[in-house]
């Protein structure tokens, strides 16, 4: 940066003008403050915010997983139910006020407290949005339809499964 002496007998014409010095300040900031932030470092692992579809197609096996888990409680947590299926506590009490089957007991403090019952009903919503892709609307009329009908394709399909991993280990083993 050019040293400003005011008391020289130099010409006018030597001096920066205005915008030039404007730019030498505002290029110096910039790399003052590049150098003084530290370098954010790479997310690994969790990421905030709503998962894509992509993120939920790359555990195709999650409603396998849960039928393996015992359901040996009388009642389980929304934060448990949660993990269970892997999403957001929000997500779970949004599907409670979107969809009627889905009615769990709740305490006097308020707490969402979830039958197997309610978490059988949590399957076959989590089957029908997230492995089905259907709408929030579309799931409402397919259970509004025939809520046993589509009970009983859940099922059906969860057994065709079991049956294909079965399959595929004994290939595995051969």
Do not use: C
Request: proline residues 3%.
């Amino acid at each position: 940066m050019h040293q400003l002496d005011l008391f020289s007998t130099a010409s006018t014409s030597s001096l920066p003008t205005a915008e030039t010095v404007s730019r030498k300040i505002k290029a110096n900031v910039k790399a003052k403050v590049k150098a003084a932030a530290p370098s954010a470092p790479p997310q690994i692992g969790k990421k905030r915010g709503r998962k894509s579809l992509k993120e939920f197609s790359e555990d195709p096996d999650l409603i396998m997983e849960l039928d393996k888990l015992a359901l040996d409680k009388q009642y389980y947590s929304i934060s448990e139910v949660a993990t269970m299926f892997k999403v957001n506590t929000s997500l779970i009490r949004y599907w409670e006020n979107e969809f009627d089957i889905l009615q769990p007991k709740k305490n006097r403090k308020g707490d969402r407290l979830f039958r197997q019952e309610d978490i059988h009903s949590l399957k076959l919503i989590y089957h029908l949005l997230r492995e089905r892709k259907y709408t929030i609307e579309g799931a409402k009329q397919k259970l509004k339809e025939d809520r046993k009908l589509a009970a009983r394709n859940f099922e059906m399909v969860q057994a065709l499964l079991k049956v294909r991993g079965f399959l595929t280990e004994l290939k595995d083993q051969l």
